[in-house]
């Protein structure tokens, strides 16, 4: 991801697309054969001190770019950037850098899912409480909380997979997008301004917009960056319940954590959940970006603006690089998960009664039982046992149950025993648990784009 914002491999695909335009304006016999292989001898020497150099002076990075590598090839430099405006090349490589970033974002992500299978199809069976609202609520498994994380980021890899796939370029189309100059230059010719677009953006894998003005819309960034920061969301939402379950009053979940390693300066026995804090701290930073792309989108006037350029330098490349790193930092916590059984049971034992109530209620009420009136009873002696619970006892829910002379008629102890095991009341958890992770092993391979990959790693 590093490589392919650098500002090393901007530049080269600068070139490439300059060559592309001349190679695709010889057959318009706009440009000779001769100019196009000494620009293609060119193409790749990229000389970033020399081009700083001239920018110094003249204040336009990309005609910086432009005038080096035409004193380099000095056949078919004179030929570079024949009718194009600056966006023509910056829009359409940008749009083809992001289409790259996108593609290896889908597959980061598709190894962060394949790390979730392997967790939720480990845990699939493993009775531990659910929580709402931060409260003990009832009986889940921990193959299930995984599945709902796993969820999430399973919405996020479609979306992004799908913005990738479609997502369009300006094109080829001068300085407002009516490509006035490409027809000036092709008067005469047997070729349009469409087949020079066409050919020069299937260099780069990329489809033009039916219209653009002097930039492709900025809408297109807010999309992007929108999709990018939903995925953050995801991580920063698994990586807040993480810290939650691990927790002392929790002690149910912990990263993974060195031997050696130091959790706190001043305590030495702290085991701090640093990566998943880490996570909550990167996921800020796409979800900031993604507002600055808004107003990107709302305030760039007419055929465009300028305000938008010199953040837009910032927030695309930190939004991928942020969430290249996140994606990094859950498949390390989610593969290196530590369970901790004891801490599970025992939130289990200690609130799961509670949730079993619902089915001596339901077996008492087909024995004949008073509905609200066995309500009613359920929960003072739920009362009963929360204040045991309070007081840090084991949960009486069970035995005050079944010593209880109401509920005894509808429902025997025995059966009571039976009734109140927490264990048992997970319904399908288990079932949508492992369908979600056979889901996720069968997502197929997302066709990265091949082209410009090779241009920007050659």
């Not at 299930?144 to 300006?170: G, H």
Request: glycine share 6%; aromatic share 6%.
């Amino acid at each position: 991801m590093r490589a392919l914002f650098s500002e090393q491999t901007k530049r080269r695909m600068w070139r490439r697309l300059w060559l592309a335009l001349a190679q695709a304006q010889a057959k318009a016999g706009l440009v000779t054969e001769d100019e196009v292989a000494d620009l293609r001898r060119h193409v790749d020497a990229v000389d970033i001190e020399a081009a700083h150099a001239i920018e110094a002076e003249i204040g336009h990075d990309l005609m910086a770019e432009l005038r080096v590598f035409a004193s380099q090839a000095k056949i078919g430099g004179g030929k570079l950037h024949l009718g194009a405006t600056s966006m023509d090349v910056e829009d359409n490589v940008e749009t083809a850098r992001i289409k790259v970033a996108l593609s290896m974002l889908v597959a980061a992500i598709r190894e962060v899912l394949g790390a979730f299978a392997v967790k939720i199809e480990e845990h699939a069976d493993l009775p531990c409480m659910a929580y709402t609202h931060l409260q003990a609520a009832e009986p889940t498994t921990l193959g299930m909380r995984f599945a709902l994380w796993a969820q999430d980021m399973l919405l996020d890899y479609e979306e992004l997979r799908r913005i990738a796939a479609s997502l369009p370029s300006k094109g080829l189309r001068g300085a407002v997008g009516t490509s006035a100059s490409y027809v000036a230059l092709l008067e005469g010719s047997k070729r349009h301004p469409d087949d020079i677009e066409r050919e020069v953006l299937a260099a780069f894998d990329l489809e033009a917009l039916t219209v653009s003005g002097q930039t492709y819309p900025r809408k297109l960034d807010y999309l992007v960056l929108s999709a990018v920061a939903g995925f953050a969301a995801s991580c920063s939402k698994f990586a807040f319940d993480v810290r939650v379950l691990a927790s002392s009053p929790f002690g149910e979940l912990g990263e993974p954590f060195g031997r050696k390693q130091v959790g706190s300066s001043a305590m030495p026995f702290k085991r701090n959940p640093t990566l998943s804090e880490r996570i909550c701290s990167l996921a800020r930073i796409p979800a900031a970006n993604a507002q600055i792309a808004w107003q990107n989108a709302a305030d760039n006037l007419l055929e465009r603006t300028l305000d938008d350029s010199a953040n837009r330098r910032s927030i695309i490349p930190e939004s991928f690089l942020a969430a290249d790193e996140l994606a990094s930092l859950v498949h390390r916590v989610v593969s290196g998960m530590r369970v901790e059984r004891a801490g599970i049971a025992r939130n289990l034992a200690k609130f799961g009664p509670f949730a079993a109530t619902e089915a001596v209620l339901m077996t008492a009420a087909k024995h004949g039982a008073d509905r609200q009136q066995l309500h009613e009873k359920l929960r003072e002696l739920s009362m009963q046992a929360w204040s045991a619970v309070e007081k840090d006892e084991a949960n009486p829910l069970s035995e005050l149950i079944k010593r209880d002379a109401l509920i005894g008629r509808h429902v025997k102890p025995d059966e009571v025993e039976r009734l109140m095991r927490a264990q048992d009341h997970i319904g399908l958890a288990a079932e949508r648990a492992r369908a979600l992770a056979k889901k996720l092993r069968s997502l197929s391979e997302s066709k990265a784009a091949s082209t410009v990959l090779d241009i920007q790693l050659t």
